[in-house]
């Protein structure tokens, strides 16, 4: 069982940045595909970014440009750089982890955090 603990959120002026920490409770977060996904209130959870075993990522389009996700190994954790935020940034945001799969469907992830609020003012 890999246990994933999200920190980092909080509330920022719209064009700040913030920086997302997903600590993972094995080594197992260090070879796994991570993900990064975002709720926002009477929405559905989607996809934001993602990272495969050999590091090759993905972006929503609208995050392109704006975010960087990246994994430290040796700390068994993954990063999501946020910056230049937007009011319609603002959600719950979900670090998500799997032995294989690093698309873009909520459903291919095996692994879960808790989430970490983020809110971003005009």
Known sequence: QVQLVESGGGLVQAGGSLRLSCAGSARAVSVYAMGWFRQALGKEREFVA?????????????????????????????YLQMNSLKPEDTAVYYC??????????????????QGTQVTVSS
């Open 50 to 78: 993602s990272i495969n075993r050999i590091g090759s990522t993905d972006y929503l389009d609208s995050v392109k440009g704006r975010f960087t996700i990246s994994r430290d190994n040796a700390k068994n954790t993954v």
């Open 96 to 113: 998500a982890a799997d032995p294989f799969y690093s698309g873009r469907s909520r459903t291919g992830y095996l692994y879960w955090g």
